[in-house]
């Protein structure tokens, strides 16, 4: 199951996080499959000299009766400064396939080591996070499975009221066209508060 998608705006290709607005913290999403409950994806954001970390961790699994039918499990580590990404370490278990990304930042380049993936990228990219908006500003992304580049087209599709732990908030939502279709929704500030896509006939709805 892909978790990482985005989209894309060639001139905007010089975008890097803006320190200033990333805020310390943790987020916590319900997943939902088919409106039962799936698993968690959370991410903490720490202040990390003049720059800060990022903590991704995703769980989410399906039983059938006492049998598990489906697990996945994705642990990753960005690490960021002014200039932009500096490193990536990732890991990414789906069933008994395992996959990883390592990025380390040379220069103008990104050193990447991957599953998929293992060369240079132009430095000024971002990783397939979804809680970083900026990616939305992007032709291309690091898939944080693999460290393959991933191509991507984005559609604004309009504002909405979303509903989240702490009431309904205004959010605009976009349209991820890629490997795997998708809607993410960011409120004025720029924080991500939903997601919805479809995997193998499944409905998966973060909250």
Sequence with gaps: MRLALAAAAAAAFLAVPALASIQPGRTEFEVTRNGE?????????ARSGDGFTAEVAIDLEAKVGPVTAYSYRHRCTERWSVAGLLSLEC???EGRRTQSARV??????????GSGFTGALDARMLPSSWWNDDFLTQPSVIDTRTGRAMPLRIRRVGVESVATASGQVRATRYRVEGSLPADVWYDDAGRWVKL???ARGQTIVYR
């Design 37 to 45: 409950p799936f698993g968690r994806h959370v991410v903490t954001v």
């Design 91 to 93: 890991t990414d278990r």
């Design 104 to 113: 380390a930042r040379e220069g103008d380049r990104l050193a990447v080591q």
């Design 196 to 198: 919805s896509f479809t």
